[in-house]
T-cell receptor
Framework: AQSVTQPDIHITVSEGASLELRCNYS??????LFWYVQSPGQGLQLLLK??????LVQGIKGFEAEFKRSQSSFNLRKPSVHWSDAAEYFC?????????????FGAGTILRVKS | DADVTQTPRNRITKTGKRIMLECSQT?????MYWYRQDPGLGLRLIYY???????NKGEISDGYSVSRQAQAKFSLSLESAIPNQTALYFC??????????FGPGTRLTVL
């Protein structure tokens, strides 16, 4: 079964600074990888996903993520953070071809943006 | 209109009460899921369904049951609610792309 770790529970960055949120996964083959964002009181919105191909994935709101097989990582990045990016971010891993296309989620990283 | 809706959005109930959370979707997806979210634990899968005749237990199904009334409707029931079922509950749908789309969530408090 797959698993995912988000090592940082909280991260604080200044508005305009760059951001990197870490995600490490465990799976025996190439997984499906997702980043979701949850704003306060809201559901989860898909930021981006990786299934195959180009390891650098572009998403919405200026986010990108890079799949690094050798490091079992799928870190989320943004070059310049806006105050509206303050939210909780979840990395999720899926197991291609397995029944149910179930996702396993990390515990989440709460992003705070200071002005 | 939202593609995945959940009712109620907030619910406070007492220990031992039966409660049902409902999920409806207009995305036309066959696959539907119920998760619970607890602080510091992320989302954990309760049940999932591929069609009205296919119901599967997830990671944490004890104390819960589900009903898939139609392709578009998937309900989660707590037969006898207990305080440690206080959580945020999410419904999700997916098609064959393996991408899941989430509803806005139901905040449930069991006193």
């Amino acid at each position: 079964a797959q698993s995912v770790t988000q090592p940082d529970i909280h991260i604080t960055v200044s508005e305009g600074a760059s951001l990197e949120l870490r995600c490490n996964y465990s799976y025996g083959a190439t997984p499906y990888l997702f980043w979701y964002v949850q704003s306060p009181g809201q559901g989860l919105q898909l930021l981006l996903k990786y299934f195959s191909g180009d390891t650098l994935v572009q998403g919405i709101k200026g986010f990108e993520a890079e799949f690094k097989r050798s490091q079992s990582s799928f870190n989320l990045r943004k070059p310049s953070v806006h105050w509206s990016d303050a939210a909780e971010y979840f990395c999720a891993v899926g197991a291609p071809g397995e029944y149910g296309n179930k996702l396993v989620f990390g515990a989440g990283t709460i992003l705070r943006v200071k002005s | 209109d939202a593609d995945v809706t959940q009712t109620p959005r907030n619910r406070i109930t007492k220990t031992g009460k039966r409660i049902m959370l409902e999920c409806s979707q207009t995305k036309g997806h066959d696959r539907m899921y119920w998760y619970r979210q607890d602080p510091g634990l992320g989302l954990r899968l309760i049940y999932y369904s591929f069609d009205v005749k296919d119901i599967n237990k997830g990671e944490i199904s004890d104390g819960y049951s589900v009903s898939r009334q139609a392709q578009a409707k998937f309900s989660l029931s707590l037969e006898s609610a207990i305080p440690n079922q206080t959580a945020l509950y999410f419904c999700a749908t997916s098609d064959f792309s393996d991408t899941q789309y989430f509803g806005p969530g139901t905040r449930l408090t069991v006193l």
